[in-house]
Nanobody, 125 residues
Framework: VQVVASGGGLVTPGGSLRLSCAAS????????IGWFRQAPGKEREGVSC???????YYSDSVKGRFTISRDNAKNTVYLQMNSLKLEDTAVYTC????????????????????WGQGTQVTVSS
């Protein structure tokens, strides 16, 4: 059972990237998927998540710029990141948790059972 994050890279301010979180060994049914990021010297923060009910949540810092979506056929969750800013630079990782509802999927990191490796997102001019 694992989740694998990919899609990071180097982009200029205002650019876009799409991150992927591919799940294997389980299906996304009843699982919440969260995207988290950690910049150097800062604590990890929740960026966006899809709850076990399929509802989506975003941190205030990315609301209106990032979009999370789920493709059940591919067992993958995507994070489309538009209008990227310098402060979006961080290592992004995804995680999976079963039966996690509401905006707990954004804040309750301890509830996540499976964590992917990080993918670096660098926004630089």
């Amino acid at each position: 059972v694992q989740v694998v994050a990919s899609g990071g890279g180097l982009v200029t301010p205002g650019g876009s990237l799409r991150l992927s979180c591919a799940a294997s060994g389980f299906t996304l049914d009843y699982y919440a998927i969260g995207w988290f990021r950690q910049a150097p010297g800062k604590e990890r923060e929740g960026v966006s998540c899809i709850s076990s009910h399929g509802n989506t949540y975003y941190s205030d810092s990315v609301k209106g710029r990032f979009t999370i979506s789920r493709d059940n056929a591919k067992n993958t969750v995507y994070l489309q990141m538009n209008s990227l800013k310098l402060e979006d630079t961080a290592v992004y990782t995804c995680a999976a948790a079963r039966f996690l509802y509401g905006n707990n999927c954004l804040y309750s990191t301890a509830a996540y059972n499976y964590w992917g490796q990080g993918t670096q997102v660098t926004v630089s001019s």
